[in-house]
């Protein structure tokens, strides 16, 4: 049973830093590109960060470029988001997901990914 298990969220002011973090099991990490979307109140679920299998190549929206760094740790199964100078708009559930993708694949689509996490809250106050 595959499972994503977010953590990290909570309340932050504007311009302060959080770092989630998403936990994976009963999936072969390695072999999976994961990526990370958030869904605020009334808005459909946006595409945030994405990293490959290896961790090689990442792509990052550009609402949040300059600001966000995504990772992952293999021998962990771990993906973390570090996210920096937040934002009111910011404010959202965060999903990390796994795409079972081909080597140097980190797709923006959340249609491409075959897991996703319950989410984690985070809310930026101004």
């Known amino acids: 049973q595959v499972q994503l298990v977010e953590s990290g969220g909570g309340l932050v002011q504007a311009g302060g830093s959080l770092r989630l973090s998403c936990a994976a099991s009963?999936?072969?990490?390695?072999?999976?590109?994961m990526g990370w979307f958030r869904q605020a109140p009334g808005k459909e679920r946006e595409f945030v960060s994405a990293i490959t299998r290896g961790g090689g190549t990442t792509d990052v929206a550009d609402s949040v470029r300059g600001r966000i760094t995504i990772s992952r740790d293999n021998a962990k199964n771990t993906v973390y988001l570090e996210m920096n100078s937040l934002k009111p708009e910011d404010t959202a559930v965060y999903y990390c997901?796994?795409?079972?993708?081909?080597?140097?694949?980190?797709?923006?689509?959340?249609?491409?990914?075959?897991?996703w996490g319950q989410g984690t809250q985070v809310t930026v106050s101004s």
């Open positions: 009963g999936l072969t990490f390695g072999s999976y590109a």
């Open positions: 997901a796994a795409d079972r993708a081909t080597l140097g694949v980190a797709s923006s689509r959340p249609d491409a990914y075959d897991y």
